[in-house]
Each structure stands twice: as structure tokens, then as C-alpha cells.
Nanobody, 124 residues
Framework: VQLQASGGGLVQAGGSLRLSCVAS????????IGWFRQAAGKEREGVSC????????YYADSVSGRFTISRDNTKNTVYLQMNDLKPEDTAVYYC??????????????????WGRGTQVTVSS
């Protein structure tokens, strides 16, 4: 099982990026998929998750209305469209997969497989 995230980079505040996560070794539409991020000196946080086939989606309050998660199951790929980026969005972004996910005020749980991250840097 492998997850490979890509699409990070350096962008000015207000700009957009689209992250991609390609899964191999399993069929993505049978799994919940999530995007997480970890900024320097901070704990990892859940950004956005979707259940199988996008039946249920979750967005952190800090990104709601700006980020959109989507899937292309024919390509075994999940995307995170990030618009109106802010300097506080700077972090390493990871994709993860699990049979299901849950979200509480303490965080997002349920992910079993993790990919390597991709760096997103937003300049002011």
C-alpha cells in the first residue's frame, strides 16, 4: 500500500494550489481518504477527509470554504484544491487512507496508511 502526494510548492497569499495523492496497492474507492498537515513546531492536524465515494466530507474550520477535496476513482487519485491560500496554510501536507474516519474536537482519527508529505509554502 502506497500513497504519493504531490503538487506542493511556493505560492503568494491569495493564490491556489492543487494537491494530488495517488494510491497504489489498494482500491481507493473502498477507503476513506484524508489530507492532513503539519506546520513547523505544531502538531499534525486534519484538513479534509472524505468517506468512500465522497458520501461524507469533513473540513477543518480554518479551511472551510477555501479548500475542496475530490476523488477520481478511475485514477485512484484524490485531490485537494486549495484556494485563497494564507501564510498560516504553510505546512507539509500528507494524504492518508483508512476504512473510515471520524472527526472530534480533538482531531481526525481512523487513518491506517500514510504517504510522504508535500511542502506547501505561502508567502505574504
Amino acid at each position: 500500500v502506497q500513497l504519493q502526494a504531490s503538487g506542493g510548492g511556493l505560492v503568494q497569499a491569495g493564490g491556489s494550489l492543487r494537491l494530488s495523492c495517488v494510491a497504489s496497492g489498494f482500491t481507493m474507492d473502498m477507503y476513506a481518504i484524508g489530507w492532513f498537515r503539519q506546520a513547523a513546531g505544531k502538531e499534525r492536524e486534519g484538513v479534509s477527509c472524505s468517506s468512500r465515494r465522497l458520501g461524507t466530507t469533513y473540513y477543518a474550520d480554518s479551511v472551510s470554504g477555501r479548500f475542496t477535496i475530490s476523488r477520481d476513482n478511475t485514477k485512484n487519485t484524490v485531490y485537494l484544491q486549495m484556494n485563497d491560500l494564507k501564510p498560516e496554510d504553510t505546512a507539509v501536507y500528507y494524504c492518508a487512507a483508512g476504512k473510515s474516519f471520524g472527526a472530534t474536537p480533538e482531531g481526525v482519527y481512523g487513518m491506517e496508511y500514510w504517504g510522504r508529505g508535500t511542502q506547501v509554502t505561502v508567502s505574504s
